[in-house]
C-alpha cells in the first residue's frame, strides 16, 4: 500500500465541521447503529425538494468519538429513496480513510446531490428514472423507479429516449443510435 493510502483516524469534530456546519447534513437516527451518521435531504437552490436522503455513516465511533479502525471499514453514502424507503443501490459511494477522506466526503456527497438533481425525473412524480425495455418492437424508454404495481407509491410515469442527451444515454447504458 502506498504511503499516502495510509489508514489516519478522523474525529466527530472533523465530520462536524464539514457535515454539519459546510454541508447542512444532520445527525440521523444512531439508536441502532456504532457509528456516527448525518443525513440530508436534497434540495436544488430554487428550493424545489426531490424525495431523496444523502446519509453518511461515518465509521466514527459513538463511544470513542473517533473512527474506528478495522482493516477495510471505509465511510459509507448512501442515497435513500424516501419515497419507497429503500437505498438507490447503484449509487452508493464509499471513502476510505486516508489523508484526503474529508476531502473526497464532501466531492463524493456533493456528486450523489448532483445525481438526483441532474435527473432526468418522472414526469408524474419527480422521481430517477431507469432504463427499460419493452412494447412493440422492444424499444428502449426510460421507466419511473417508482414502477412497482404492489405498493402504494406505484408510478407508470416514462420519458422518451430521444429526450436525453448522448452523454444521459451511456449513462443508461442505452445504445447512442437509438432515436424512439
Ligand atoms: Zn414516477
Redesign the pocket.
Known sequence: MATGSRYVPIQISQMQALLEHDMGFQRADESTSWEAIWSRQVATKGGRTFPYTVKVYSSVDLRTNVSRDSGEDAIRLVLKDDVTGYAVKAAEKRVFRTKSALVNLRERARELFQEVVAGPH?P????LMKARRGGPGNHWFLG????NPDKSWH???TRRVSELSVDQKVAFGIPTDTTS
Open positions: 418522472c408524474k412524480c419527480g422521481a419511473c423507479s417508482h414502477y408510478c407508470t410515469g
